[in-house]
């Protein structure tokens, strides 16, 4: 064990802490706010027939990644808006007779970036009149947090496989001077799995190690940043996942992905020498 | 005990070491490896315990044909047969009795029974009151001698030796010698290759003759046959 290959592991875990932070709290802001996408349509008038209904109802339904479909009769949105306008929306109760609204279905996505082309497609379909969902800007927040889950991820595979090409070669140089012992153990019968295990322990050991600072360093920000910018960064839908547990989460995560790090860069070393 | 027919033996360089190796030892035998430098012996050696993969022709070791041995069987067949080299080949940073106790510890044998066998090889080669030192704390002769004890330890069929003595001055090799032929007296089969034109034409043992990789004679009570 070296300290460059601790430093190695020490690196990636530092970054892949710093990604994985932001990455899953985007993640939560991102589920919190598709919980709320709804895709409003309304029908023109002349869909009244309860047989044109279903079939607005199906065409809808064809389209991919709909969630689920709910009929909302013009009552019902009536009775709704005038209790969302609470006293003033009394007046409105005389419109009881003549209702000016429209037969609706209210469609959820069931993956919310698609939203705008499901809309546009629900636009086209014949007996639609309007087609309302979320404002832009959530669209916008939905596909970037598509984007940054998925350079994310592509980071994080990226360093790990780094850190596992620095570790397996910086403990290789200490193997070629091992390669004779190797060649020993083998020469009295040791198994591949014998000679293996001392690295797979170091590699644990490696790992271990190398989650220390990252750890510190990710918890203490995180605390930090929760606690004393909470305030400042928090809104309505933009919430922080709460310190405890995710914190603790995470360490273990970056525990994990240390251990894993540091066994395969380690056990990847020792490959070579094994075909004797 | 052995069998060789028609092996060839080409190495990834292009050079073909073995060249049609015909050879039958039976259980028990002595038998000398000898030839001019180069000529292969290190390599028909090292076929016996699949050091080396024959490129053609079959190699059979106790009834096990190892040119079909499986990768994962190897270290089996390893524990069947001792080997020992000319540079002795110890693990620098483990005791005398640590390195013998080793080949035991990779077949996962109980420390009591680890002691216990250690102790006698190494009264064996004489070195039980050398058993805490370290390699590089010993002379040529007796690091030999605790590479043979590792050797011997697994209770070995056959042992292996290229050279054993080929680093050890005359009085060394004798020593080395006398307990190879204790450990041949007790059944074990032992294949030996060498240079010590003295060892061979004093012992007088089947002499296999290999001259550019192949058999030039193979006589029962032979003789070294070349010069010094
Ligand atoms: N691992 C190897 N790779 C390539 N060539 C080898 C190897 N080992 C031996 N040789 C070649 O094979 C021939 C026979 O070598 P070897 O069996 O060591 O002979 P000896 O032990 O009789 O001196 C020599 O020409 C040697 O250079
Ligand atoms: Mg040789």
């Given at each position: 064990m070296t300290v460059s290959s601790v430093g190695a592991v020490t690196t990636t875990l530092l970054l892949v802490g710093v990604f994985l932070a932001i990455m899953l709290n985007l993640n939560q802001i991102t589920q919190e706010v598709e919980k709320d996408v709804e895709i409003k349509v309304l029908l023109d008038r002349t869909v009244e027939e309860d047989s044109e209904i279903n079939r607005v109802e199906e065409e809808i339904d064809s389209i991919a990644d709909v969630g689920s479909i709910e009929f909302s009769p013009k009552e019902e949105e009536l009775e709704r808006l005038i209790e969302s306008m609470g006293d003033e929306g009394k007046a409105f109760e005389l419109f009881d007779q003549s209702n000016p609204l429209k037969d609706a279905f209210v469609v959820k996505p069931a993956n919310a970036s698609n939203t705008m082309a499901i809309a546009d497609d629900i636009q086209g379909i014949e007996g639609v009149s309007e087609v309302n969902y979320g404002r832009e800007i959530v669209q916008r927040l939905l596909q970037f947090n598509d984007y940054a889950r998925t350079i994310g991820l592509a980071l994080i595979v990226a360093l790990v496989l780094t850190a596992v090409f620095l570790i397996s070669n910086t403990i290789k140089i200490t193997i070629i001077a091992r390669k004779k012992e190797i060649g020993i153990m083998k020469l009295v019968g040791a198994t591949n799995g014998f000679i293996r295990w001392p690295f797979f322990i170091e590699g644990m050991l490696l790992g271990i190690l190398g989650s220390i600072i990252p750890i510190a360093a990710v918890v203490s920000g995180y605390y930090y940043l929760y606690y004393n910018l909470g305030d400042k960064i928090q809104f309505e839908f933009i919430q922080l996942l709460p310190f405890d547990p995710f914190a603790w989460q995470l360490s273990l995560l970056i525990l994990g992905i240390g251990v894993v790090i540091g066994i395969w860069g380690s056990v990847m070393s020792v490959r070579k020498f094994l075909k004797v | 005990m052995i069998e060789m027919q028609s092996v060839y033996k080409t190495y990834p360089?292009?050079?073909?070491?073995?060249n049609g190796i015909d050879v039958h030892i039976e259980q028990g035998e002595f038998v000398y490896v000898v030839g001019p430098s180069g000529a292969g012996k290190s390599t028909f050696t090292r076929l016996m315990f699949r050091e080396e993969k024959p490129t053609k022709g079959t190699v059979l070791v106790n009834g096990v044909n190892l040119s079909s041995l499986k990768e994962r069987k190897i270290p089996k067949l390893r524990r069947q047969i001792g080997v020992v080299y000319q540079d002795f080949r110890l693990l620098p940073r483990l005791s005398v009795y640590e390195n013998i106790a080793f080949a035991l510890e990779v077949i996962e044998e109980s420390p009591k029974n680890i002691k216990k066998r250690v102790m006698e090889v190494l009264d064996q080669v004489r070195l039980k009151n050398k058993a805490r030192f370290i390699p590089d704390e010993l002379s040529g002769g007796e690091q030999q001698r605790v590479s043979i004890a590792r050797a011997i330890v697994n209770h070995p069929k056959l042992l292996i030796a290229d050279e054993p003595t080929g680093n050890l001055d005359p009085d060394t090799s004798w020593e080395i010698m006398s307990i190879l032929e204790e450990i041949n007296a007790a059944g074990t089969t032992v294949v030996m290759a060498t240079h010590s034109k003295d060892i061979v034409d004093k012992m007088r043992k089947r002499v296999i003759a290999i001259e550019d990789g192949l058999v030039a004679r193979d006589e029962h009570r032979g003789e070294y046959g070349y010069e010094a």
């Amino acid at each position: 064990m070296t300290v460059s290959s601790v430093g190695a592991v020490t690196t990636t875990l530092l970054l892949v802490g710093v990604f994985l932070a932001i990455m899953l709290n985007l993640n939560q802001i991102t589920q919190e706010v598709e919980k709320d996408v709804e895709i409003k349509v309304l029908l023109d008038r002349t869909v009244e027939e309860d047989s044109e209904i279903n079939r607005v109802e199906e065409e809808i339904d064809s389209i991919a990644d709909v969630g689920s479909i709910e009929f909302s009769p013009k009552e019902e949105e009536l009775e709704r808006l005038i209790e969302s306008m609470g006293d003033e929306g009394k007046a409105f109760e005389l419109f009881d007779q003549s209702n000016p609204l429209k037969d609706a279905f209210v469609v959820k996505p069931a993956n919310a970036s698609n939203t705008m082309a499901i809309a546009d497609d629900i636009q086209g379909i014949e007996g639609v009149s309007e087609v309302n969902y979320g404002r832009e800007i959530v669209q916008r927040l939905l596909q970037f947090n598509d984007y940054a889950r998925t350079i994310g991820l592509a980071l994080i595979v990226a360093l790990v496989l780094t850190a596992v090409f620095l570790i397996s070669n910086t403990i290789k140089i200490t193997i070629i001077a091992r390669k004779k012992e190797i060649g020993i153990m083998k020469l009295v019968g040791a198994t591949n799995g014998f000679i293996r295990w001392p690295f797979f322990i170091e590699g644990m050991l490696l790992g271990i190690l190398g989650s220390i600072i990252p750890i510190a360093a990710v918890v203490s920000g995180y605390y930090y940043l929760y606690y004393n910018l909470g305030d400042k960064i928090q809104f309505e839908f933009i919430q922080l996942l709460p310190f405890d547990p995710f914190a603790w989460q995470l360490s273990l995560l970056i525990l994990g992905i240390g251990v894993v790090i540091g066994i395969w860069g380690s056990v990847m070393s020792v490959r070579k020498f094994l075909k004797v | 005990m052995i069998e060789m027919q028609s092996v060839y033996k080409t190495y990834p360089n292009g050079v073909t070491a073995l060249n049609g190796i015909d050879v039958h030892i039976e259980q028990g035998e002595f038998v000398y490896v000898v030839g001019p430098s180069g000529a292969g012996k290190s390599t028909f050696t090292r076929l016996m315990f699949r050091e080396e993969k024959p490129t053609k022709g079959t190699v059979l070791v106790n009834g096990v044909n190892l040119s079909s041995l499986k990768e994962r069987k190897i270290p089996k067949l390893r524990r069947q047969i001792g080997v020992v080299y000319q540079d002795f080949r110890l693990l620098p940073r483990l005791s005398v009795y640590e390195n013998i106790a080793f080949a035991l510890e990779v077949i996962e044998e109980s420390p009591k029974n680890i002691k216990k066998r250690v102790m006698e090889v190494l009264d064996q080669v004489r070195l039980k009151n050398k058993a805490r030192f370290i390699p590089d704390e010993l002379s040529g002769g007796e690091q030999q001698r605790v590479s043979i004890a590792r050797a011997i330890v697994n209770h070995p069929k056959l042992l292996i030796a290229d050279e054993p003595t080929g680093n050890l001055d005359p009085d060394t090799s004798w020593e080395i010698m006398s307990i190879l032929e204790e450990i041949n007296a007790a059944g074990t089969t032992v294949v030996m290759a060498t240079h010590s034109k003295d060892i061979v034409d004093k012992m007088r043992k089947r002499v296999i003759a290999i001259e550019d990789g192949l058999v030039a004679r193979d006589e029962h009570r032979g003789e070294y046959g070349y010069e010094a």
